[in-house]
Nanobody, 116 residues
Framework: QVQLVESGGGLVQPGGSLRLSCTASGFKFSNYALSWFRQAPGKERELVAFISITGSGTNYVDSVKGRFTISRDNAMNTWYLQMNSLKPEDTAVYYC?????????WGQGLRVTVSS
């Protein structure tokens, strides 16, 4: 049974940091590309960060470049999103996703609120 369990969300002040984690089970983790999406209230879900199967390739939406870092630990079946210098506009529900055509698996979603 496939499971993706997210952790690390919450409330943080502007300028603060959070690290999101997503731990997977039920599939061969190392064969999947991984990503983080987010959905803000009233907006469509958007891709925030992507990391390739080998971990050598990453990509970010422009609004988070230089502030967010995606990484993966194949030994722990876990990937991370380190979020620094958080802004109120980063407030959203964050989702992890594992992808290998034709499969895609999603986490349950984590709320991140950036507010003073």
């Amino acid at each position: 049974q496939v499971q993706l369990v997210e952790s690390g969300g919450g409330l943080v002040q502007p300028g603060g940091s959070l690290r999101l984690s997503c731990t997977a089970s039920g599939f061969k983790f190392s064969n999947y590309a991984l990503s983080w999406f987010r959905q803000a209230p009233g907006k469509e879900r958007e891709l925030v960060a992507f990391i390739s199967i080998t971990g050598s390739g990453t990509n970010y939406v422009d609004s988070v470049k230089g502030r967010f870092t995606i990484s993966r630990d194949n030994a722990m079946n876990t990937w991370y999103l380190q979020m620094n210098s958080l802004k109120p506009e980063d407030t959203a529900v964050y989702y992890c996703k594992a992808y290998r055509f034709p499969d895609e698996f999603w986490g349950q979603g984590l709320r991140v609120t950036v507010s003073s």
